[in-house]
């Protein structure tokens, strides 16, 4: 059975980091793409960034430049930084696994984690 389990979040003041971190048992994530994607209460959850197996990496427009998703095949876990933070990043942040390998377009698989709350205010 395929596990994802988030963590990092927290309460940040607008301009500073956090880095998410999603650690996958049941599978192997080498082989696939990977993202984190974001939901606040009453909209669609959004995907924020994705990276291929090939570490081809791609951003929502709204985080270009300030988030860095990253991942350790060695340690099965895939990595969001965040830097310059705004309080329009407050969500919860989900990381899932692809059913692509190298498609510059992402393709959400059936597994999600818990989610971590990003909660960025003053």
């Known amino acids: 059975q395929v596990q994802l389990v988030e963590s990092g979040g927290g309460l940040v003041q607008p301009g500073g980091s956090l880095r998410l971190t999603c650690v996958a048992s049941?599978?192997?994530?080498?082989?696939?793409?990977m993202a984190w994607f974001r939901q606040v209460p009453g909209k669609q959850r959004e995907l924020v960034a994705h990276?291929?197996?090939?570490?081809?990496?791609n951003y929502a427009d709204s985080v270009k430049g300030r988030f860095t998703i990253s991942r350790d095949s060695a340690k099965n876990t895939v990595y969001l930084q965040m830097n310059s933070l705004k309080p329009e990043d407050t969500a919860v942040y989900y990381c899932?696994?692809?059913?692509?390998?190298?498609?510059?377009?992402?393709?959400?698989?059936?597994?999600w984690g818990q989610g971590t709350q990003v909660t960025v205010s003053s």
């Open positions: 990276i291929t197996r090939n570490d081809f990496t």
């Open positions: 899932n696994v692809g059913q692509n390998a190298y498609s510059s377009t992402y393709y959400p698989g059936n597994y």
């Open positions: 049941g599978t192997v994530i080498r082989f696939n793409a």
